[in-house]
């Protein structure tokens, strides 16, 4: 399928924008279908293939189409997360209704951050103007939706989730939820990962230019920190930007400890489809609660996974990182005690702090 014919098909979300290129200032448009979305953990580079059908177009040009599409705009939500805190078993989850069209961490949103880092920069590569209209351009494209589609919930990657206050001014009717855990497990769910020090390390630098600019004690340097005192510095930054998204958009948006969403998954379910105006009867709520989506790791089905064996992992992870564990956690107490920000973030988060 020709980039142009896709294109005469932009109505559907069959036609799906994968890829945004600034450089070129294009769009990578493929064909997908909607039980793709439902089976892709993830809508990045890894659902292209030898198979897959599209072609770039110019920015302009789909701008353009879009802005001439009829409109059958359906509810637009997301889900905001500081990673590894259940975001993409939620996701799932909301599959379950049958209503729900999700988009998981479209690509886009990535480059949309970044661009958004240095707007107002020299080195950037686009106008205030231009931004704002290829902001608009994919948020109407993330609208879309099939006939049994009453909301599009598009799952925001961690790394990108500082960009929540921009999709939430543009997109006034959007509501949200936002996930996070308290420093003790998050840091072991962190350092517990194969590739967890590679993860921490390739999102470290942005993640510190943040932290840095909202609060006023000098954080040490990158290369100075331990795995310990980097997971906590990830998680950190993150929470404070969850933190300020929740004052700053209390009515909207909703906050979700993944502990508790376990401990109490009907309930929270329950809460989570109210706050985006879903139908949350007790049969569809009971259906979602015995999803097998609840026993497989949901960023890859294939692998059984639930409760008990994330516990046993969390376990493991305090054993064998203990002492990089402990490390993260003093590093977080001793920013408390000089910083009056972050003490606030790990008071709201339930860090015991002596």
């Given at each position: 399928?020709?980039p142009?014919?896709?294109l005469?098909?932009l109505a559907?979300?069959?036609?799906?924008?994968?890829?945004?290129?600034?450089?070129r200032?294009?769009?990578l448009?493929?064909?997908f279908?909607?039980?793709?979305y439902?089976?892709?953990?993830?809508?990045?580079d890894?659902i292209?293939?030898?198979?897959?059908?599209?072609?770039?177009?110019?920015?302009?040009?789909?701008?353009?189409a879009?802005?001439?599409?009829?409109?059958?705009?359906?509810?637009?939500?997301?889900?905001?997360?500081?990673?590894?805190?259940?975001?993409?078993?939620?996701?799932?989850?909301?599959?379950?209704?049958?209503?729900?069209?999700?988009l998981?961490?479209?690509?886009?949103?990535?480059?949309?951050?970044?661009?958004?880092?240095?707007?107002?920069a020299?080195?950037?590569l686009?106008?205030?103007?231009h931004f704002?209209?290829?902001?608009?351009?994919?948020?109407r494209?993330?609208?879309r939706?099939?006939?049994?589609t009453?909301s599009?919930?598009v799952k925001v990657?961690?790394?990108?989730?500082?960009?929540a206050?921009?999709?939430l001014?543009?997109s006034v009717?959007?509501?949200?939820?936002?996930?996070?855990?308290r420093?003790?497990?998050?840091?072991a769910?962190?350092?517990?990962g194969?590739?967890?020090?590679?993860?921490?390390?390739?999102?470290?630098?942005?993640?510190?230019?943040?932290?840095?600019?909202?609060?006023?004690?000098g954080?040490?340097?990158?290369?100075?920190?331990?795995p310990?005192?980097?997971?906590?510095?990830?998680?950190?930054?993150?929470?404070?930007t969850?933190?300020?998204?929740l004052d700053?958009?209390?009515?909207r948006?909703m906050?979700?400890?993944?502990?508790?969403?376990l401990?109490d998954?009907?309930?929270?379910?329950?809460?989570?489809l109210v706050h985006l105006n879903?139908?949350a009867?007790?049969?569809?709520i009971?259906?979602i609660?015995?999803?097998?989506?609840?026993?497989?790791?949901?960023?890859?089905?294939?692998?059984?996974?639930g409760?008990?064996?994330?516990?046993?992992?969390?376990?493991?992870?305090?054993?064998e990182h203990?002492a990089?564990?402990?490390?993260g956690?003093?590093?977080?107490?001793?920013?408390?005690?000089s910083?009056?920000?972050?003490?606030?973030?790990l008071?709201h988060?339930?860090?015991?702090?002596?």
């Amino acid at each position: 399928m020709t980039p142009e014919a896709l294109l005469a098909r932009l109505a559907s979300p069959d036609v799906y924008p994968q890829k945004l290129d600034l450089i070129r200032g294009g769009l990578l448009l493929i064909h997908f279908g909607e039980e793709a979305y439902r089976s892709s953990s993830f809508l990045d580079d890894r659902i292209l293939g030898p198979a897959t059908r599209g072609g770039w177009l110019s920015v302009e040009l789909v701008a353009q189409a879009v802005a001439q599409l009829a409109d059958g705009a359906r509810p637009l939500h997301f889900i905001f997360h500081t990673g590894h805190v259940g975001s993409t078993l939620v996701s799932r989850l909301l599959d379950e209704t049958g209503q729900v069209l999700s988009l998981r961490e479209p690509l886009p949103l990535r480059t949309l951050a970044e661009a958004r880092d240095v707007l107002h920069a020299p080195e950037s590569l686009l106008g205030p103007e231009h931004f704002d209209r290829l902001l608009e351009t994919l948020l109407r494209l993330w609208r879309r939706g099939y006939a049994a589609t009453r909301s599009v919930v598009v799952k925001v990657t961690s790394s990108a989730a500082r960009l929540a206050p921009v999709l939430l001014e543009r997109s006034v009717e959007s509501r949200a939820f936002y996930l996070n855990l308290r420093a003790e497990p998050a840091l072991a769910t962190l350092l517990a990962g194969a590739n967890s020090l590679i993860d921490l390390r390739g999102h470290g630098a942005e993640r510190l230019r943040r932290l840095s600019a909202r609060i006023g004690t000098g954080i040490p340097p990158l290369y100075t920190l331990s795995p310990g005192e980097l997971a906590a510095m990830s998680w950190l930054a993150e929470s404070m930007t969850r933190r300020e998204v929740l004052d700053r958009f209390a009515a909207r948006v909703m906050a979700v400890d993944f502990d508790d969403f376990l401990g109490d998954v009907a309930g929270s379910m329950h809460r989570i489809l109210v706050h985006l105006n879903l139908p949350a009867d007790a049969a569809r709520i009971a259906e979602i609660s015995a999803s097998p989506a609840l026993t497989r790791y949901s960023k890859a089905p294939e692998h059984e996974y639930g409760p008990a064996v994330r516990a046993q992992i969390l376990d493991g992870a305090r054993r064998e990182h203990r002492a990089e564990l402990a490390r993260g956690m003093l590093w977080l107490e001793r920013l408390a005690g000089s910083e009056p920000a972050i003490a606030r973030a790990l008071d709201h988060a339930g860090v015991h702090r002596p």
